[in-house]
Structures are given as C-alpha cells and as structure tokens.
C-alpha cells in the first residue's frame, strides 16, 4: 500500500526527518528530526543559514530524494513507499518546483509559450487546453506579451515568472520553490513574491518557499527557521481583520508578529544559542513549572 487515503488534517507532513549522506567514509547528517507540517491553501517561508537542510528538505517534498528515516506524506501519496510510477506520477501531477538557478528552470531554446507548455505535453493534456493553460498561466505572470520569447530574451526576473508558469502547467497542488529570487534584485524579488502570493490566492496553490533572507518571512502568513537540519522556531504573523479588508499591511509593524520556539514529537525543543550563553547553560538546565510557566535554569 503506498498512497493512503488523504487524511484529516494538515496537506503536508514531516515528522521525525532524518537524512544522511555519505561522502566516502564521512556521514553528513543534513537533516536531523526535522518537523513540518503546512496546512492546503498555506504559503510558508523556510529560513535558515547556508547548510541548515533547507534545499535537502525541499528535494525530499519534491520526490527528488529520499529520506534516512522518517514520514513524509503529501496529500494520498506517502513519499517513503512509492513505486517508481508513482514516483513519476507525484512529480508530474502534485508538485510544481522551481529551482534557485534560474537557467535551470527553462530550456533556453524553447520559447516562453512553448516552455509552459512542454509539461502539459508530457502528461497528455489535449492542445486546445494547454494552448487556453499556457496563455493563462503566461497572463497570471504578467508575460502574455512575452510569449514568443527565449529565456536569453529575458530579463532574470521574468525567466523566473516564466518557471513559475511551468511550475503550475500540470495545475499541482503542491508548489516549491528553493530560493527562487536569490539571483533576482531587491525590487524584483519583492515583485516575484508578490506574484506568488497572488497564484496562492487565484489558485489556491499550497507554496514552501525556501530562503536564507529572513526578510521574506514579513510577506508571508507563516516563516519556520531550520537550524542544524531541525525546525526549530516558527514567527507567524497575523493580519488583523481591518488590515485585511484594507488590502494594504502594515510592514513597519510588528505587533503582530510571534515567534514560537517548535516542540518536536520526543518533545524536544531547540533553545537559541545566545539564551544558553547568555545564561551560562552548558550540559543541563533545572525546570521548573509555575502557574502553567515552565523556566529553565542552569544546572551547571
Ligand atoms: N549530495 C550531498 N552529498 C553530501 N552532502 C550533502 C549533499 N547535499 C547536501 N549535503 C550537505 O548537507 C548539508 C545541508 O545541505 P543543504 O543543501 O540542504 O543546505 P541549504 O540549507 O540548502 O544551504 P544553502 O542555503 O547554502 O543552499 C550541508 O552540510 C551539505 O554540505
Ligand atoms: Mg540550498
């Protein structure tokens, strides 16, 4: 049995994930215990420094890889035991991906229309709807003008709208994207996240995206920060109602911003590196619980 019926509950969920690669008779331990868990309609932010496991994760939610040991399920499909035709049918039909290289997102001698439209040909959508999808898809990413354009024919930014085109041809649930404006400017990174903001919305489409720039946690609902291969805080950041039903957010404000430290399911939990120095915990902590507060001390 490898796909299982969609359960209640969160659309994507990783529990207990471990990766490890071996490189001669080294072992990198690139994920450690990693927790995730993204409800359908979500757009998350994964932050973390170069190294954490972020592109290691999102190639495993991709079906790229496989963990060491752990659970990973994605709608019906449990990524730990597909056949390799699920495998393919995962790739093609419920994930979009985008990687961080923008030059490996389009085939440079394809045109802007016919990019978009190559996945639609490997999975047999007839040709008046990948003709209908493509110049839709090519709109929503403000490029309809651009159709008949090579990727060199392109500025950086807009080969990285055409990769999200692309991404969502087969219209897949499931869109990730590794770094998809580390290459790109500031203003046009910031217009890149506006658009996938807006797929999210027009389609309804669940989006990880992956980044060492914590600043775009501020333009998304959820940002989770992975350390050592682990996630180990999470800042959510709520819209209130007014705010909302203005259009406009408020970025200067941070009142509404949290962070959380994340309890994994042994019930660990990843205290900051400056807390531990700052009070000069080492080896072991005393807990204690008070009036439903739990404090930690050194215990030398
Ligand atoms: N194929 C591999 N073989 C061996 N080690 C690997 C492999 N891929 C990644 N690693 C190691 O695993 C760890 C996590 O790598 P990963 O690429 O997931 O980091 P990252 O968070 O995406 O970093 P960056 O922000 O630099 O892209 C690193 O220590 C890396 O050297
Ligand atoms: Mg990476």
Redesign the pocket.
């Known amino acids: 049995m490898t796909t299982v019926p969609e359960a209640e509950g969160p659309y994507l969920v990783c529990s207990g994930l471990f ?1 490890i ?3 001669a008779d080294l072992e ?4 450690r215990g990693l927790e995730l868990s993204v409800d359908r309609g979500e757009v998350i932010a994964v932050v ?12 495993i939610l991709a079906g790229y ?1 496989t963990p060491s040991a752990g659970t990973v399920r994605v709608g019906r499909f449990d990524l730990l035991h597909m056949t390799n035709k699920e495998v393919v049918e995962y790739r093609r039909q419920e994930v979009g991906f985008i990687w ?1 290289e923008t030059s490996r997102n389009l085939f440079p001698y394809l045109t802007a229309y016919e990019n978009v439209e190559l996945p639609m040909l490997l999975t047999g959508v007839p040709a008046n709807t990948r003709r209908e999808r493509s110049n839709e898809l090519l709109e929503i990413v403000g490029l309809g003008h651009r159709r008949g354009h090579r990727p060199a024919q392109l500025s950086g930014g807009e080969q990285q709208r055409v990769a999200i085109a692309v991404a969502l041809a087969n219209r897949p649930p499931l869109l990730l994207a ?2 998809p404006t580390g290459e790109l400017d500031e203003e046009t990174a910031a217009e890149v996240l506006d658009l996938l903001n807006n797929v999210n919305k027009e389609l309804g489409t669940t989006i990880v995206i ?1 980044t ?1 720039d914590p600043a775009i946690s501020t333009s998304v609902g959820r940002a989770i920060a ?1 350390r050592d ?1 682990k996630t180990s805080t999470e800042t959510t950041r709520a819209v209130t109602f007014e705010r909302a039903i203005g259009g406009e957010t408020d970025e200067g404000e941070d009142r509404d911003v949290e962070e959380f430290l994340l309890v994994d399911s042994s019930g660990s939990v990843q205290i900051p590196r400056e807390v531990l120095d700052q009070l000069a915990i080492r080896r072991r902590v005393r807990l204690g619980v008070t009036d439903g507060r739990v404090t930690l001390e050194s215990g030398e």
């Open positions: 990766k690669y071996k490189v990198v331990v690139a994920l973390g420094a170069s190294g954490s496991g972020k592109s290691t994760m999102l190639n890889d961080q590794d770094e992956v060492h992975i291969g």
